[in-house]
């Protein structure tokens, strides 16, 4: 229940100053609020709710395809995180260093950790022995700190919330099927539960992870046609495990690697749930994850009866849908912009007419369409709403992507389209980390991700002309 | 399931060398390993589950209550830690302290957070303004760095899990009864969950959190005698709103100051499970919060149907209780020592001679009691059991207690008594920290609590003879 408030301030249109838009949105749905150190985020409690339901969800598979939660240390010894070579220059750029604790310098400096590969390897090294130890199935959900040059709330920040699972396997198959299972998991979270359609796919191997044989990604597109990177799944194959010793003895009694994969999702899917859905009224939050998905507004609320049947009805759809009532003495027309910056799936209004005539009026965030229903049909009418706008926030979503995705076959045709209007390109590539770094340079645009679904646009790479590879999406990412 | 592991080793007994058996205990029922950085701990799956039960218990009460959940940063500017005086020097000497980011040297030092006053007082300064913003009423599940000396898992560890509660209230009385409920809550998941009765009371000036005008704790006795502090919850008075300057309009339009609270349970608590209802066979965990309710254990396994009987048996018990089976290789033997060490409530035994009786047998982890149960009667039975089981516990926590607790009159009589035997001390006190101070160089205890259930032992201090003004709970503490 939202109070005292005077009035909601409006966000900047998104077709004006997409960024600025963003930052007026995440601020003024209270989601988050600036920390006092540079780049880091106080997560307020609308926002840190959102987090808890996909959270919640993610866990919930994490745990039925048989992974266990842990909790490792913040801190890494220098010592630790330089054994893997990829790895330390991957990261030492952005750590943070622990030199002190009280009044004395350590005698080994630590890093907190940006990501905990080296300890889980430290960790597996000495437990596991036998293939009776194998799969090893861990996964954390923790805070990390990556010091950033440019930093914007959820999207990129000094500290971040994620989970992050690790894991190790008998043999290189088991552990690539791992990779991809993590990779569809997270694939079903964004799809069946933000309502973002994804793009699954390997990374190149210069975008991969800084020590990771092959790294899976899903890609999404944002209302603004840039790129983001909702979710990474990675196959160390041996290499950890070789710099690591991470061994074990096979049925035959004969010593074996252990296979490794590592997987994440961040606080980063806040913000693309955010300019996924999002309009200029705010946040549009699809009901499956929706802290509150039913908001009740009365109307005319001093008049006699009103406010009582408005938390009559609260009660009684309390068990059926996540429901709140705004009973403030705000204004309705307050309650209404407060309600659609906050981006609850569906409004429902009652006021003394609706009494008289034993109705509510329900008001959908997505469409803004107003249905009167029966108060007798509203317990089995509200959850299918609920559905229909969830459906249609991700058909909405995957037209947008479809109406946002060009192919190309040669490197003007490739700026032109992406200077016209940003989106995915879709062009043919050779291989070559050459061409990558060329079409950057000429386009701005990164390979988001070599797909599973391939097509064959052209016998040539984009850029050099040369015999094709693969099809790659590229897109100017966030 | 367990699988692999060819024998549990013994562990120390109790009686011999307390702190060798907890360590033991730790260790071999799989709860932690030990970090790389000194005084760090890797929490493994069977510590973790049994953590998330815990929380997930006492975060339905938080929230049940009208808390919301938030994240803060991790990090801390040395500059807004050091704005209140008594806070700072009750937290500088066991900081750590981040000097550096990638290559640069930081232009401002930061800590680790060792709890979050600071972050959430600037927070509340900032968004704190009127009446109706009040009472705000914040929680984060988080983890915090303290430099300690000498370290032991759960108990006393550099880095640990827990959760800290953040309040502001309009006025005093207001942030009085915040305080209490928010200690009662943390007494009723100790006892009513945990398993482990606790003294309620007000800790001493000397003892209280740095920066707090009073503090409130739950204490609670160690097999061994000694005294665990298992909860804290402090009033903070308008001290930290005044440094920080934290004012809010009240309805006739006056600047007024907040008055605020916090209050803390940390992984601590598993320590204190450990070391309450423990035994020399290894953990024995109260069934509510016991990860695992009930082990299935099948007798000759490689007999035709008993492997097929007991995995049936687990699939009908799935939904009643929390139920896993050890259908390992491993000899009975071993699986049964194993089931004790990891302090399943229950044991159920089933074999060829059962599948013919269509019984099972129930094996009881707190008495070691068995009892046949016909198969029609076990889904009925079983959650009684866990029952009977869990007020089992109490009441020989509560006996254990009482038997362990003395009331003693002069300061001689102190120090004879726990000389011979540990446990809690009731003595009368003047109210002077020298007091306080003499009676822990004679007797090495220190004030537990002043509790709310005031007794009159006698007229005098017992360790000056001056007029007493309250009876306090002393002991030798971890």
Redesign the interface.
């Known amino acids: 229940m939202s ?2 408030k005077k009035f909601v301030e409006k966000v900047t249109a998104m077709e004006d100053d997409f960024g600025q838009w963003y930052t007026d949105v995440v601020k003024q749905a209270d989601l988050v ?1 600036y ?3 540079r780049g ?6 609308y926002g ?2 959102l ?2 339901n996909i959270r919640d969800e993610l866990d919930r598979q994490i745990k039925e395809t048989g992974h ?10 220098e010592s ?1 995180l330089q054994k893997e070579k990829d790895h330390v220059e991957g990261f ?12 004395e310098k350590l005698a080994e400096p ?1 890093v ?1 950790r940006p990501t905990s590969e080296v ?1 889980f390897c ?2 597996y090294s ?2 596991i022995h ?1 293939y ?2 194998l799969p090893m199935l ?1 996964n954390q959900w ?2 990390v ?1 990556r ?1 950033e040059k440019t930093t914007r709330p959820f999207l990129r920040s000094s ?1 971040f ?1 994620w989970q992050e699972g690790h894991t190790a396997h008998a043999t290189y198959e088991e552990a690539a099927e791992e990779t991809e299972k993590m990779l569809n998991m997270y694939a079903d979270v964004c799809e069946n539960y933000l309502a973002m359609p994804v793009l699954k796919g390997k990374k190149t191997d210069k975008e991969k992870f800084a020590g990771a044989e092959y790294t899976l990604s899903i890609e999404s597109l944002m209302h603004d046609g840039r790129a983001l990177q909702a979710g990474t799944s990675h196959h160390f194959g041996t290499g950890f495990a070789e710099v690591f010793d991470i061994r074990y003895l096979d049925e035959n009694g004969d010593q074996q690697l252990v296979h490794q994969t590592s997987w994440g999702i961040t606080t980063r899917l806040i913000g693309a749930l955010i300019m996924v859905h999002g309009d200029n009224s705010g946040l549009v939050i699809p009901p499956r994850i929706a802290p509150t998905q039913a908001m009740i507004i009365p109307i005319a609320q001093h008049k006699e009866g009103v406010l009582d049947k408005a938390y009559d009805l609260r009660d009684q759809l309390k068990d059926i849908v996540r429901v709140d009532i705004d009973g403030s003495d705000n204004m309705p027309g307050w309650k209404f912009n407060e309600s659609e910056m906050k981006g609850y799936p569906v409004r429902i209004e009652i006021g003394p007419k609706d009494i008289e005539k034993e109705q509510v009026v329900l008001v959908r965030r997505d469409t803004g369409e107003k249905e009167f229903v029966p108060l007798s049909e509203l317990e089995a009418r509200l959850p299918v709403l609920l559905e229909e706008i969830q459906q249609n926030l991700f058909d909405q979503a995957v037209t947008h992507r479809e109406e946002n995705t060009n192919s190309v076959t040669t490197l003007d045709e490739f700026k032109q389209t992406l200077d016209e209007k940003l989106g995915f390109i879709k062009a043919m590539w050779c291989g070559d980390e050459a061409c990558e770094d060329e079409i950057r340079e000429v386009t701005g645009a990164t390979s988001r991700c070599i797909p599973f679904e391939q097509e064959q646009i052209a016998e040539t790479c984009v850029c050099c002309g040369k015999e094709a590879k693969e099809m790659v999406y590229w897109g100017r990412a966030y």
């Open positions: 109070k005292g609020d920390g006092s150190v880091t985020m106080i997560i307020k409690p840190f709710a987090w808890e266990s939660n842990v909790s490792f240390p913040l801190l890494i010894p630790l030492s750029p952005e750590v943070a260093w622990v030199t002190h604790a009280g009044d630590l907190i300890l430290e960790y000495n437990n036998s009776r130890d861990y923790a805070n700190v010091w500290e919330q």
